[in-house]
């Protein structure tokens, strides 16, 4: 059984269509929502989804963790995810995954989208499943020696727009551009980290060393001294 693991970005979206486009149309195309997914994310996941039932005929079927999503249970327990231990990742993507899968008998085989400039995370995703058993993963991008660039042209062949940056909204890898044009462009969201962040009892904050309080004041400030850094479910910008 084959089973792409789709993120809602560039990378996983080229996977998908290069895939079908080799005649290899995967049985099983998952996302797992985490139930704080950028609103643009779960958008771009039901356009795409149109897209592949009417071009492959097969869609995307949708995942959740049981019971709270990611942003309730972050604010019932007074806490913000962290990069040093990314639990949201593993939580709220990884396990749920790993256990909707398991209903299915015989092997498996999960596609990832991790592309030719991605050796390190590779490397890293095949030590992981030998050592927790996981079932076992390709990279169809990577060993067909597609990079950024590729994947993009990719989806602009076929007519589609790219997809944004897929994410959460209250990830701490989140540039402060980002939180700036969130800040802009879907102010409700961003209060709605904003207050996640006020609640947390540890004093932590959603932007490592920049509370979004110092980030809500210089909204307008366009500069950005930002290293792009990807999370555990990154998926591309």
């Not at 998908?16 to 985490?34: G, M, Q, R, W, Y």
């Not at 050796?119 to 030998?130: E, F, H, I, Q, W």
Request: hydrophobic residues 30%.
């Amino acid at each position: 059984m084959n089973i792409v693991s789709y993120g809602g970005g560039v990378n996983s979206t080229a996977m998908t269509i290069f895939l079908i486009n080799k005649s290899e149309v995967p049985d099983l195309i998952v996302f797992c929502d985490t139930g704080a997914e950028l609103p643009a994310t779960l958008e771009y996941v039901n356009y795409f989804s149109t897209w592949l039932k009417d071009n492959a005929g097969i869609e995307i079927t949708t995942i959740r963790k049981d019971g709270e999503g990611l942003y309730d249970y972050c604010f019932r327990k007074r806490l913000v995810p962290m990069r040093q231990y990314r639990w949201c990742t593993s939580d709220w993507k990884i396990k749920p995954f790993d256990r909707y899968l398991k209903q299915f008998e015989g092997d498996k085989i999960v596609y990832i989208g991790y592309d030719a400039g991605e050796d390190g995370r590779v490397t890293s995703a095949l030590s992981n499943y030998k050592k927790y058993k996981r079932p076992t993963q390709v990279f169809p991008l990577h060993e067909a020696d597609i990079d950024r660039e590729g994947c993009i042209n990719i989806i602009k062949v076929e007519g589609l727009r790219l997809p944004l940056k897929s994410g959460c909204f209250i990830c701490p890898f989140t540039k402060k551009s980002a939180f700036r044009e969130m800040k802009r462009n879907n102010p409700s969201l961003f209060q709605k980290a904003l207050d996640l962040e006020a609640n947390c009892a540890s004093g932590h904050v959603l932007r490592q060393g920049h509370p979004l309080t110092e980030i809500d004041n210089q909204c307008e400030l366009n500069f950005d001294y930002d290293t792009p850094q990807p999370c555990g479910c990154y998926d591309g910008d």
